[in-house]
C-alpha cells in the first residue's frame, strides 16, 4: 500500500514540478517557435537569435519547441500552439514538402506564419499571410564552387558530401556546387556524391573511403554543412593528405578556426543571426500592423583565410 | 580416420566464434572481389577506427548480455560520460580527471540501470529504454543542443582516447583491442567471469552454489555503462568535440553486433572475440558496400539480413555442435 | 555411544507449505558408509525431507544432527561446505559451459595473480573424474553430454566437495541399463569410501540390488525403518501404499462396446518400443508403471506431442494420421496433461478462457465472433456440473487450488465433446474430496460411452478405477490385465518391475 | 483451501481499485492539473487535437497490444511505416506532382494505394512472425532485423528523397468532416474497436491470449501456435501500414525516414496501458489510455510552456513510472 502510494505521490510531484516550470500567461503578443530539431547546431544559433530579437521588447514572449526531426510532431505542435491561442508562428521545416497542413492551420486561425531557413514554396509565391526568411540554398553551393574551381585551376575531381537527403538545404547546395561545375569547369568531375547525414563522424566516415577508393585522385571535397567538412579534415589529416582542399557551410565557430589554421579551404557562412532575426522582424512588423515583405533573402558570404577576420 | 574428421568438425563447430568468422570471411571474399580498393592497409585502418567506437561498445553490451539482461541506455550513456567530462574540462579540471568523472557518471548511470532492475524486476528492456530516453533529454537539456567544443590547450590527453598514432591506426582502436582482451580475460579466465555466466545460463543453479546473482547484474550494468562512456571519450578524443546527439541509435547497432558475434539473448552463451568480430563485420559492410559504390542507405536493408540471417546460422552451429 | 555411529539424524522433522502439511514429524538416521534408500508413494514427502536436508527449504519444526553436531537455518551453499550434496532429479547444470566449470563453480582455483587457474582447475577436474571412473574430458561442454553423464558429473561435483553426505532423487528414471550399472558401481565405491548415500527411487529392484536400508514414508508419515535384505518385497509395498484398495473406490461397471482406439506397434527412438492396446467404448484402461517407463511419453505420442518413428493409430477401424494436438482433437481425443503449470493451465488467464481454450470454434457465429452470452450459459453449466468451486468465470485460474484448476481443466475437454480421454495422473496433488469428485466424473464419463486411457502412479487409484490395467517396464509393455478381484498390487508390481515370476 | 480462495475476492478495497486503474487515476490528475494550469487544454478544438494527435502511435500501439500480450516484442512498426509510407506516397501522387514517382502513371483510385500501404505492412509483419514461429529465432532480433530492413527498402524505393503531393482524397484522410471531427481520430477509433472485437470476440483472440499465457499449453490445447504467431505480427505490421496512411494524410507527403523512434512510442503507449510483457494480459483499451496519456503528456507540457528541453526527460520518468504501477498490479502477493 504505502509503495503504491509513493508511486503515485512520486508521479503527483513531477506533475506538480512541471506546473511549476509553466509561466504564467501575460498580455501582449506571444509567438510560437517551431523548430525542427534543437540538437541541430546552425538552427539553435537561428532561434538564439530569433528569441533574442524580442528579448528587449515588451509584451512579446516567445516559447520555443523541438519537433525532433518528426513532421508529424512539428504538425502536433503548431496545432497544440494555436489551441493555446498564440499570436503568431515562426515555423523551420523538418520536412518542406510537407508544410501543407502546417499553412492550412496558421490560416484557419488566422494568424501569420513565417518560415525560416528553408522554403517550402522554392520558386512558387506564398499565400498571403505567409512569409519566408532564409537564404537561396542553392547561392551556397555555387559560391562554395566558384571557390573551389579556382583553387584547383579547373581540373580534378572532387567529393561532395550532403546532408540528408529529403532536405532542399541539403539538395539545392548540391545542386549549386553542380551546375557551377557544368557551366564553368568542366575538367572538374565530381568523383562521389554520399550523404553524410549532415553529422561529423559520418563525414569522416564517408572521406576514409573517398581516400581508399580514389586516393589522389580526389583533390577537393565540397561539404554541405561544416560539421561534415570538419570530419572531412579529421580524415585528411588522419591520412596525412594536406593537398585536398575541404569546404563546408554554416561557419560554425569550429569551422572558424579551422579556416584560421588552414585546415578548411573555405566555409560560407550562412547568416544564422541575419535569418533569426530576420523572421523575429518580419513577425514583429505584421504584428503592428506594418507590412513585410514575403520573401526576405539574406545573403551569404564566402568566408576564407583573407576575409576572416571580419566574422570573429 | 573418419570419425577423427568427425571430432575435429564438431570442435570447430563448438568454437563459439565460428558462425561469426565465416560470415567475416565470407563479406571480405564478396568485398574485395566487388572492389580493388577493398583489401589494402589504409582501408583496413580506416574500417577499424570507424569500428572502434560501436566494438567498445558492443564489448560491454556483450558482457552485460552474457548475464541474461540488455541496455538500450548505451547509446545515450555513449554521449553523457564526454559530455560530462567536457564541461568539466572547459571548466579547467585537468583531463585526466574529467576523464575519471565522466567514467564515473558512466557507472552512476549503469549501477542506476542495475538498481531498478533489481528492485522492481521490471523486465531491463523496458528499465533501460526509459533511462535512455531519459538521459537522451537531460543531454539536450544540459547542452541546449550545442555540440561542446575542448576549448583548453592541454590536448595530449585527448591523443591518448582518440588520436592517431602510427601507420595510420587511432588509438581508438588501441583501445577496442585491450578492451577486447582486458574483457575476455575477465570471462574466461576469473572466478568472476565464470559466475557471469552462471548466472546468465542458470540463475537458480547459480543461487544454490551460493553466487550473489544481484551483485552480477548490477556489476555487469556498471561495466556495460563504463565501456559505452569509454567509447564516448574515444570520438570525444578523435574531434575534440561532443554532439549531444551523439550515439543515437547505436544501441541497436551494438546489440546486433553482439548478436552476430554469438552471443545468446537469454544469457550464458557468447563470447567477446564474437563481439569483436561482429562489431568489424558491421564496419566492413557499412564502407564495403560505399567503396562498392551502392547508396549508403543500402548498408540498412543489408544489415538486418545479416542480423537474422547470423542468428539463424548461429542457433543451427550450436545445435549441429551439442547434437 | 550410539550417537556417534550416525553421520545424519532428523528427528520430528515438520514441514508445512501454505495449506499443506507435507511433513508430519518424520525421522531419518543414516550410518557412515552407508546407503540408504527411501521410499513412498509420489506425495509422501520423501523430495520435501531431502530438500530439508539440502538446505533448499528449511523445515518447519524438527532437529537435525549432522556429523555429531546439531545444525539449522543453513542455505543450500552452506549445505555443500558442510558436506551434503543433492543430485536433483531434475538437473540445473549451466548448459553452455565445460565440465570444469560446472565441477568448480563458485570456488574456481585461483592462480598468484587471482586468475583463474584453468590448467589447474582441468587437472583437478581430471582427478575427480578418475575417481568415479568417468573417462570424459574436463572441457566438454555440459549440453553436449547425455543426461546420465550430466548426473555423473553432478556426482563428480559432489565427490570435489568432498561430500559425507550425498543425496540422489531419482537418478536413474532418465539411465540406461548400461548407465544404470555404472552408477551403482560409483555408488558402492563411494561407500566404500565411507561416505553415505541417500537413495530415492521408484524401482524395487534397484533398491534390492544397492541400498542396505529403507525408510518409508506415507503421507508426510514416518512409516519405517529395515535393512533391506531382510525385507520381503511385499512387506515393502504393503508399507508404502498403506490402505485397502476397495474401500476407497468401488469400482461401477459400465457397459462395454467396441473398439474404439487401437494403437500398433508404436515405437520412439529411444523412449519406448513396440507398444500396442486398445481401448473400447464405455471402457477405462488404467496404465500403471513406475515413474520414467514411459507411460506419458506413448501417451504424449498418440495425441501428437512428440513423434513416432513407427507405428499406427487406429480410430473406430480406420486408420488417422496424427503430428499435431490439433489432428488429435479433430479426430475428438481429448488429453489431460501431467504436469498441470506446464502444459497445462494459462495461469494469468481467467478460469473462463481456461476452459474454452481447446474448443472456441463451436462459439462463432457467421462473422467468426464469439457468441459470449452462449459461451458463457456453457461455461456456467459446466462450472456447475463438475462443480468447479470459484468466484466467478472471470477469476484468474492460479487463484483456485489445485483440485479446482484440475476440474476446470477436466471441463475444458469436456467441452471439446471427446471419444477419447487420455488422463496423466488427472488426481497428483489434489485433495482426497476433491480426488473423490474427480473419479466420479471419470466413470460417468465411461458410463457415457466415452473410452479413457489414465495414467496413474498410485496402484489404488488404477485398482479402483480401471476395467483393464496396461504395465508398462522401461519403454515396453509387460503385460495387459483383466481387473479383477483377484489382482493384486502385488501382482502388477510385479509386472511394473519386470519380476514376474 | 476454498475458504482461502474467496477472502482474497471480498477484498476488494481502495488498494485493488488504485492498482487496478492506477494508470486513469493518473490520466485523471494530468487532465486536471493541465487545465487548471491552463483552461484552454479542454477547449473542444484542443482535445481532438490531443486525440489526432495519439492517433499514429495510438494506432501502432494497438497492434502491439496483440505482439505483447503474446508475449513478443515489435520493434519494427515504425520502420514498416516509413515502407508502407513511401510506396502509398509514390501511387497516390496527385496529377499536378512536379516530381512525380511514376512520371506516366495517371492518377490512381485512391483505394489503390491504401489497399498497397496495408498489404506491405502485413506482408512485412508476416515475414516477421514467420521468422519467429518457423525458426524459432527471439523476436527481438526477428523485429530489429525487420526495423532495419524495411527503413533500408523506404529508403531504396524512394532513392533518400521525400515523396509529395498526393491526391486530395488522401489528404483529406488527415483533414477535418463536420468542419471539426478530424479523419485521423475516426480512424483511430475504427481500429480501436476492430481490434477490441478482434482480441475479445474471436478465436484469434482468445489464441493470442493463450500463447502468451502458456504456450505449451496452448500447443496442446490444440491452437496453431505458429499460424497465429504470424497473423499476430502481421496485424501489427498491417496497423503499421494503417498509421502509415493517416500519416501520409496529415502530412501530405512521406519522407523515408519518417516515424523513426515511433515503435518505442507506441511500445511505451501499449506498457503504459497495463499491457504485460509477461506476456498473458492486457487490452486494447489500455493501450487506448496509454496512447492518451504520452498524447496529454506531449500536449500539456507545451500548453503550460514547459521548457522543451525537459519534456523527453519528463517522458522517460513517466514510461518507468507507470511501468513500476504496473508491475505492482500483476505482480504476486507476497
Same mark, same amino acid.
Given at each position: ?18 506546473? $511549476? ?50 513532421? /508529424? ?158 570530419? $572531412? ?21 569550429? $569551422? ?22 530576420? $523572421? ?33 | ?24 570471411? /565470407? ?50 550513456? =555513449? ?17 585526466? =580527471? ?23 524486476k521490471?523486465? +531491463? ?51 577496442? #583491442? ?17 559466475h557471469?555466466?552462471a548466472v546468465?545460463g542458470n540463475q537458480e543453479a547459480a543461487k544454490a552454489i551460493g553466487i550473489n546473482v544481484s ?5 555487469? =550494468? ?46 550464458g ?43 539463424? *546460422? ?10 | 555411544m550410539s550417537e556417534e555411529k550416525y553421520i545424519l539424524q532428523m528427528s520430528n522433522i515438520v514441514k508445512t507449505f501454505p495449506g499443506v502439511k507435507a511433513l508430519r514429524g518424520v525421522e531419518l538416521n543414516v550410518k557412515p558408509g552407508e546407503i540408504h534408500a527411501l521410499m513412498g508413494e509420489n506425495g509422501a514427502g520423501k523430495s520435501t525431507l531431502v530438500n530439508c536436508l539440502a538446505g533448499i527449504h528449511n523445515p518447519t519444526s524438527g532437529e537435525i544432527i549432522y556429523d555429531g553436531e546439531k545444525v539449522g537455518n543453513y542455505n543450500t551453499a552452506q549445505a555443500l561446505e558442510m558436506g551434503i550434496s543433492m543430485i536433483h532429479q531434475e538437473l540445473s547444470p549451466v548448459f553452455?559451459r565445460?565440465i570444469m566449470e560446472n565441477i568448480w563453480l563458485g570456488r ?17 577436474s581430471?582427478?575427480v573424474l578418475k575417481e568415479i571412473d568417468l573417462?570424459e ?5 555440459m549440453v553436449?553430454l547425455t543426461v546420465a553423464k550430466m548426473q555423473m558429473i553432478e556426482i563428480a561435483k559432489a565427490v570435489s566437495y568432498d561430500s559425507k553426505l550425498i543425496i540422489m532423487d531419482e537418478p536413474t528414471s532418465a539411465l540406461t541399463d548400461k548407465e544404470v550399472k555404472q552408477l551403482f558401481r560409483i555408488m558402492r565405491k563411494l561407500k566404500d569410501q565411507g561416505k553415505s548415500i541417500i537413495y530415492i527411487s521408484h524401482k524395487i529392484e534397484e533398491v534390492y540390488e544397492v541400498t542396505d536400508k529403507v525408510t518409508i514414508y506415507r503421507d508426510g508419515q514416518f512409516i519405517g525403518t529395515e535393512a533391506t535384505s531382510n525385507l520381503v518385497v511385499s512387506k515393502l509395498i504393503n508399507m508404502m501404499v498403506g490402505r485397502d484398495v476397495n474401500e476407497m473406490l468401488p469400482k461401477v461397471k459400465c ?6 482406439l487401437?494403437i500398433?506397434?508404436l515405437t520412439h527412438s529411444h523412449l519406448f518400443k513396440d507398444i500396442s492396446f486398445t481401448v473400447?467404448?464405455?471402457e477405462i484402461l488404467g496404465i500403471a508403471g513406475l515413474v520414467g517407463s514411459g507411460r506419458t511419453e506413448v501417451i504424449e505420442t498418440v495425441f501428437?506431442i512428440r513423434?513416432s ?16 494436438p490439433?489432428?488429435?482433437? !479433430?479426430?475428438?481425443m481429448a488429453l489431460l496433461t501431467e504436469d498441470r503449470r506446464l502444459s497445462g493451465i494459462f495461469p494469468m488467464l481467467?478460469v473462463?478462457?481456461n476452459m ?26 459446466y462450472v456447475?456440473k463438475i462443480q468447479v468451486k470459484t468466484p466467478?468465470?472471470?477469476q484468474k485460474i492460479e487463484k483456485l487450488s489445485g483440485g479446482n484448476q484440475q476440474k476446470v481443466l477436466v471441463a475444458r475437454w469436456l467441452?471439446?465433446?471427446p471419444?477419447i480421454l487420455f488422463l496423466d495422473e488427472p488426481t497428483r496433488g489434489i485433495d482426497v474430496g476433491t480426488k473423490a469428485e474427480i473419479h466420479k466424473i471419470i466413470t460417468k464419463l465411461a458410463g457415457?460411452?466415452k473410452s479413457i486411457v489414465m495414467i496413474s502412479s498410485e496402484l489404488p487409484e488404477v485398482m479402483g478405477m480401471s476395467d483393464r490395467i496396461l504395465i508398462m517396464h522401461e519403454g515396453r509393455v509387460t503385460g495387459i490385465v483383466e481387473n479383477t478381484k483377484d489382482l493384486t498390487q502385488e501382482d502388477l508390481m510385479a509386472y511394473a518391475t519386470n519380476t514376474v515370476a | 483451501m476454498t475458504a482461502t480462495g474467496s477472502s482474497v475476492i ?6 485493488? #481499485? ?12 494530468? #487532465? ?58 509514390? *501511387? ?9 514517382? =511514376? ?15 496495408? +498489404? ?21 532480433? !526477428? ?70 499465457g502458456n504456450i505449451t499449453a496452448a500447443e496442446v490445447s490444440?491452437?496453431?501456435? +505458429? ?20 500519416? !501520409? ?18 511500445? !511505451? ?9 509477461a506476456?498473458?494480459?492486457?487490452? #486494447? ?46 505482480a504476486k502477493k507476497d
Open positions: 500500500m504505502r509503495r503504491v502510494l509513493l508511486v503515485l505521490l512520486l508521479t503527483g510531484l513531477i506533475i506538480s514540478a512541471v506546473f $511549476a516550470g509553466g509561466e504564467k500567461e501575460s498580455e501582449g503578443f506571444k509567438i510560437g517557435y517551431v523548430c525542427n530539431s534543437f540538437n541541430d547546431t546552425f538552427q539553435t544559433y537561428v532561434m538564439d537569435a530569433s528569441e533574442g530579437y524580442f528579448a528587449d521588447k515588451d509584451g512579446y514572449t516567445m516559447v520555443l519547441q523541438d519537433a525532433q526531426e518528426d513532421v /508529424i510532431r512539428q504538425q502536433d505542435l503548431v496545432n497544440t500552439f494555436i489551441a493555446q491561442g498564440v499570436d503568431a508562428l515562426i515555423v523551420v521545416p523538418v520536412d518542406t514538402s510537407a508544410m501543407d497542413p502546417i499553412v492550412r492551420a496558421a490560416e484557419e486561425a488566422g494568424i501569420p506564419l513565417c518560415f525560416v531557413n528553408r522554403n517550402p514554396y522554392g520558386e512558387k509565391s506564398l499565400p498571403k499571410n505567409v512569409y519566408y526568411v532564409g537564404s537561396q540554398e542553392i547561392i551556397a553551393g555555387q559560391q562554395q564552387m566558384n571557390s573551389m574551381g579556382e583553387l584547383l585551376g579547373g581540373k580534378g575531381g572532387v567529393g561532395i558530401l550532403m546532408g540528408k537527403l529529403d532536405n532542399e538545404g541539403a539538395l539545392k547546395r548540391t545542386e549549386g556546387n553542380e551546375s557551377v561545375i557544368s557551366d564553368k569547369y568542366p575538367g572538374i568531375t565530381i568523383l562521389a556524391k554520399e550523404t553524410g547525414n549532415w553529422q561529423r563522424d559520418q563525414g569522416m566516415t564517408l572521406t576514409e573511403n573517398w581516400l581508399t577508393a580514389y586516393g589522389t585522385k580526389l583533390n577537393g571535397i565540397l561539404a554541405n554543412n561544416d560539421e561534415m567538412a570538419l570530419g $572531412a579534415v579529421e580524415a585528411l589529416k588522419a591520412a596525412g593528405r594536406e593537398d585536398v582542399y575541404v569546404m563546408g557551410v554554416d561557419a560554425i565557430p569550429d $569551422a572558424k578556426v579551422a579556416v584560421g589554421n588552414g585546415s578548411l579551404a573555405a566555409t560560407v557562412l550562412q547568416d544564422a543571426v541575419g535569418q533569426g532575426a530576420g $523572421a523575429s522582424d518580419v513577425i514583429y512588423k505584421v504584428l503592428n500592423g506594418d507590412s513585410a515583405d514575403s520573401v526576405t533573402m539574406i545573403p551569404f558570404v564566402l568566408i576564407t583565410k583573407e576575409n576572416l577576420a571580419d566574422f570573429q | 580416420m573418419k570419425q577423427q574428421l568427425h571430432k575435429l568438425i564438431v570442435k570447430l563447430l563448438r568454437i563459439s566464434e565460428i558462425g561469426s568468422l565465416s560470415g567475416l570471411l /565470407i563479406i571480405v571474399l564478396v568485398f574485395s572481389l566487388l572492389s580493388e580498393h577493398f583489401l589494402t592497409w589504409t582501408n583496413f585502418v580506416g574500417i577499424f577506427t570507424m569500428t572502434a567506437e560501436l566494438g567498445i561498445i558492443a564489448i560491454g553490451v556483450t558482457f552485460l548480455m552474457i548475464s541474461g539482461e540488455f541496455d538500450l541506455s548505451v547509446g545515450s550513456v =555513449f554521449a553523457v560520460a564526454p559530455m560530462t567530462g567536457a564541461i568539466l574540462m572547459n571548466s579547467g579540471i585537468s583531463p585526466f =580527471f574529467s576523464f575519471l568523472a565522466g567514467l564515473f557518471v558512466a557507472a552512476l548511470i549503469g549501477g542506476l540501470n542495475g538498481f531498478v532492475l533489481i528492485k522492481t521490471i523486465p +531491463s528492456f523496458i528499465v533501460t529504454l526509459g533511462s535512455m530516453m531519459f538521459f537522451r533529454g537531460l543531454l539536450l537539456a544540459v547542452s541546449g543542443g550545442f555540440q561542446i567544443s575542448y576549448i583548453g590547450q592541454n590536448n595530449s590527453f585527448l591523443e591518448v582516447l582518440g588520436g592517431k598514432i602510427f601507420l595510420g591506426m587511432r588509438a581508438s582502436g588501441i583501445w577496442f #583491442i585491450i578492451g577486447t582482451i582486458f574483457f575476455s580475460y575477465i570471462l574466461n579466465r576469473t572466478k568472476y567471469g565464470n557471469v555466466f546468465g551483485k552480477v547484474k548490477i556489476i555487469n =550494468f556498471v561495466a556495460c555503462s563504463v565501456m559505452a562512456g569509454l567509447a564516448g571519450f574515444t570520438m570525444f578524443g578523435r574531434f575534440n568535440s561532443i554532439d549531444p546527439t551523439a550515439g543515437l541509435q547505436l544501441e541497436l547497432e551494438a546489440i546486433a553486433a553482439a548478436v552476430i558475434g554469438g552471443v545468446l539473448l537469454t544469457g552463451y557468447g563470447s567477446i572475440i564474437g563481439a569483436f568480430i561482429g562489431a568489424f563485420l558491421i564496419g566492413i559492410l557499412r564502407s564495403g558496400l560505399i567503396l562498392a559504390g551502392a547508396p549508403s542507405y543500402w548498408y540498412k536493408a543489408f544489415i538486418g539480413i545479416v542480423l537474422v540471417v547470423s542468428v539463424i *546460422l548461429n542457433t543451427k552451429i550450436r545445435k549441429a555442435a551439442t547434437g | 553452455h565445460p574456481e582455483p585461483l592462480n598468484r595473480f587471482g586468475f583463474v587457474d584453468h590448467k589447474k582447475m582441468y587437472e583437478m581430471k582427478e573417462d574430458d574436463p572441457k566438454t561442454l553436449s457397459p462395454i462396446g467396441d473398439i474404439k487401437e500398433k506397434n473400447k467404448r464405455g501428437g513423434s518413428v513407427s507405428g499406427e493409430i487406429f480410430i473406430d477401424g480406420k486408420k488417422v494420421e496424427i503430428n499435431k490439433r489432428d488429435a482433437i !479433430a479426430h475428438h481467467s473462463r478462457l474454452v481454450i481447446a474448443n472456441i470454434s463451436t462459439y462463432l457465429n457467421k462473422l467468426g465472433l464469439v457468441k459470449e452470452k452462449m459461451l458463457k450459459n456453457e461455461c456456467d453449466e456447475k466467478g468465470l472471470m467441452m471439446t465433446k471419444d457415457e460411452g | 471480498n477484498k476488494i478495497d481502495f488498494k485493488q #481499485i488504485l492498482q487496478k486503474y492506477g494508470i486513469v487515476f493518473v490520466l485523471i490528475l494530468m #487532465i486536471v492539473g493541465i487545465s487548471i494550469a491552463e483552461p484552454a487544454f479542454l477547449s473542444r478544438s484542443n482535445i481532438f487535437n490531443v486525440l489526432t494527435q495519439s492517433s499514429i502511435f495510438g494506432i501502432m500501439a494497438l497492434g502491439l497490444t496483440f505482439v505483447i500480450i503474446s508475449k513478443g516484442i515489435d520493434l519494427s512498426v515504425g520502420s514498416i511505416l516509413a515502407l508502407s509510407g513511401v510506396v502509398l506516397a509514390s *501511387l497516390g501522387q496527385a496529377a499536378s506532382a512536379t516530381s512525380k514517382y =511514376f512520371p506516366n502513371m495517371g492518377e490512381l483510385p485512391v483505394f489503390i494505394p491504401i489497399l498497397a500501404a496495408l +498489404s506491405i505492412g502485413a506482408l512485412c509483419g508476416g515475414i516477421s512472425g514467420a521468422l519467429i514461429a518457423k525458426t524459432k529465432i527471439p523476436a527481438f532480433i !526477428a523485429t530489429l532485423g525487420m526495423m532495419t530492413i524495411a527503413r533500408g527498402m523506404a529508403l531504396i524505393y524512394s532513392d533518400g528523397r521525400p515523396i509529395s503531393t498526393l491526391v486530395p482524397s488522401l489528404t483529406a484522410l488527415g483533414g477535418k468532416i463536420f468542419g471539426f471531427i478530424p479523419v485521423p481520430v475516426i480512424i483511430f477509433f475504427i481500429a480501436i474497436g476492430i481490434s477490441s472485437v478482434l482480441l475479445q470476440m474471436t478465436k484469434f483472440g482468445k489464441n493470442v491470449y493463450a500463447i502468451g490444440g491452437v496453431n501456435v +505458429s499460424k497465429n504467431l504470424i497473423l499476430i505480427y502481421a496485424y501489427s505490421g498491417l496497423l503499421a501500414g494503417l498509421a502509415a496512411v493517416v500519416f !501520409a494524410g496529415r502530412v501530405g507527403s512521406v519522407h523515408p525516414g519518417a516515424a523513426t523512434g515511433y515503435e518505442l512510442t507506441a511500445i !511505451a503507449a501499449t506498457t503504459i496501458g497495463g499491457t504485460s510483457h506476456g498473458g494480459i492486457g487490452t #486494447i483499451w489500455g493501450a487506448f489510455v496509454g496512447a492518451l496519456v504520452l498524447a496529454v503528456m506531449r500536449n500539456g507540457l507545451t500548453l503550460i510552456g514547459v521548457d522543451a528541453y525537459w519534456q523527453q526527460i519528463t517522458e522517460g520518468v513517466i514510461i518507468i513510472v507507470a511501468v513500476v504501477i504496473d508491475m505492482r498490479k500483476n
